[in-house]
């Protein structure tokens, strides 16, 4: 069972930033990738940007330019820095993981419970 703890939402301006964090927690698996999506009420849950272990990190259109993904694989810790914040970027902010355990040849995903980030004009 893999365990996601997100932080580092809340209310800014507009122009303003933030830093999202994501930590997984438990046992015997590798991480594949790490992603951060959000929603807006009354719509679908959509990508903000993923990075795959050991690869470039992919960004959706709106977010280029302004928000970052990184990741610490020591402490299986994801993070997004997210600058120069608009109105139409407020939603709930969620963490993903696909995890592979040591002991199967699978994959799996996880999600966090979410993080609001509201973004005023």
């Known amino acids: 069972q893999v365990r996601l703890v997100e932080s580092g939402g809340g209310l800014v301006q507009a122009g303003g930033s933030l830093r999202l964090s994501c930590v997984a927690s438990g046992s015997s698996f590798s991480i594949e990738t790490m992603a951060w999506y959000r929603r807006v009420p009354g719509k679908q849950r959509d990508l903000v940007a993923a990075l795959p272990s050991g690869g470039s990190p992919n960004y959706s259109d709106s977010v280029k330019g302004r928000f970052t993904i990184s990741r610490d694989n020591a402490k299986n810790t994801v993070f997004l820095q997210m600058n120069s914040l608009k109105p139409e970027d407020t939603a709930v902010y969620y963490c993903?993981?696909?995890?592979?355990?040591?002991?199967?040849?699978?994959?799996?995903?996880?999600w966090g419970q979410g993080t609001q980030v509201t973004v005023s004009s």
């Open positions: 993903h993981v696909v995890i592979k355990p040591y002991y199967r040849d699978s994959t799996y995903n996880f």
